[in-house]
């Protein structure tokens, strides 16, 4: 949906000083979208460290007698020079109410001081107006006497295509219409069919009259502890042009927030995205406390599944993820006690899965396609449009394909991956499998600090033992069978070794995980020099 008319100047964004909760704080002007009727309202959002808050404009009354103001019936006497002071826009015509639309400084309808911009008119002198029409309500205002008698009730929810202005009153204007349209103001400032042709009594408050005032009033909080940010269409790999859901916790959704231009909706994305962050590592230290130091919590965060195999409508599905000890867990909904952890949908082993990034969405709109691991085939259709997309290959050759929203994230996460796991293959420091060749039970170990070792199963006895550096190769079927090269210190001659296993992807990815955590342990700038993600998200 495109955003025209008003553009308010973006709010200024506050970080605090301090190194240990850097949230931003944040106020501005938003549309709330209805994707049912096609419609936007003018909102204001207010975010904080911990919560996001939508406003509406309503008038209250703020002094005076207690009178409701929801509905407001306000006596007008037709000036000889202005008329009734406002115009009007809107009709039932256009499926909203006529509403006022301007004020006019020291004209009637100002000077009651009970009229608003944004008004609906619920009847003039008695007559219910409600479902007429943009000309019946001009006619009937027009034509209705000296004095006009009206009762109006605020439109908290006025169509962004009425470019109702956000204060009041509006602007002087001495342009009237000849013809009147729903979606142009109708003058009535002008004298109308007035049968007086003396000065009126200007329409002034009377002193125990309620007084009333147009604010912002909280409408919905939505705290922001383990919410998530779509900016997808439901069901869909379109995005919403600036505009996205927050969602919390306990399910209540912002609705959709349209903003007005791509850098207020990116400014406003990546506020909320720190501080959803920043709440989400406060929640983790917590969880941290009641676990041993050999099962903290690394990581965890929203992220969008892909469905393999379903239809269009279910092609992608909020997942929780977290890297805890020595196990990726994936949850339906977050985990927020210590018996919660039990409940994941998915737990793998942290040495026997391999992080894989698909797409990063640069500066210049291009896609990066990046391979963080040789010789293991996948076969993902990367054809749907979601940038920031990474796997997660598991046991068996099965894999899990996730999106988020922000480069940012998708650096996050390729970093956490890489530190869970190298700190599972130091705790472990070694893992065996069963395996088999010829016909002999045999049993494979990868060792941190000894390398590869195959040996009998029973007798126990050594068949053979290489260093990480002695291999040179590898091929596999695909299957169950694996080759590996080793290079011979004293010969330098290549030795083949053929193994078959369970679940050979298991296997594989092990022997990555503990390769990589080698490199990592010598060599931790040029793990780092791999970092597809933070070199070009962080870059641009």
Known sequence: MSVAGKQPPPAPLERPGSLLVPTWTKTGIALLYDEVSENAYDIRLKLTKEVLTIQKQDVVCVSGSDHSANHRTVTLHRQPVGGLGLSIKGGAEHKVPVVISKIFKNQAAEQTGMLFIGDAI??????????AT?????????????????TVQYLREAPSFLKLPLGSPGPSSDHSSGTSSPLFDSGLHLNGNSTNTAPSSPSSPIANEPKYEKRWLDTLSVPLSMARISRYKTGTDKLRSNAFEVLALDGVSTGILQFYTAQESADWLR?????ISDLTLQNMKMANKCCSPSDQVIHMGW?????EGTDSSQLYKFKFLALKGSSFYIFSTPPVSTLDWVRAEKIYNLCEVLFKIHKLWLADDCWLQANLYLGIHQDFDLEDQRPYCFSVMVGHGKS???????????AVWEKSFQRAIFLEVQRTGSK????SWQGDTLCFTVDFALGFTCFDSKTKNVLWRFKF???KGSSDDGKTRVKLLFQNIDTKQIETKELEFQDLTAVLHC???FIAAKVASVDPVFIDSQSIARKYMYSN
């Open 134 to 150: 943009h000309e019946e309500v001009v006619h009937l205002l027009r034509n209705a006497g000296d004095e006009v008698t009206i």
């Open 122 to 131: 619920i009847q003039v002198n008695g007559i219910n107006v409600e479902s």
């Open 432 to 435: 065996t499998y069963m395996c």
């Open 400 to 410: 899990h394909y996730f999106n988020v929203e922000l480069g940012s994230e998708l």
């Open 511 to 513: 022997i990555h995980s």
């Open 469 to 471: 550096s002695q291999l």
């Open 303 to 307: 992220v969008n599944e892909r469905l």
């Open 271 to 275: 506020a909320m995205s720190t501080n």
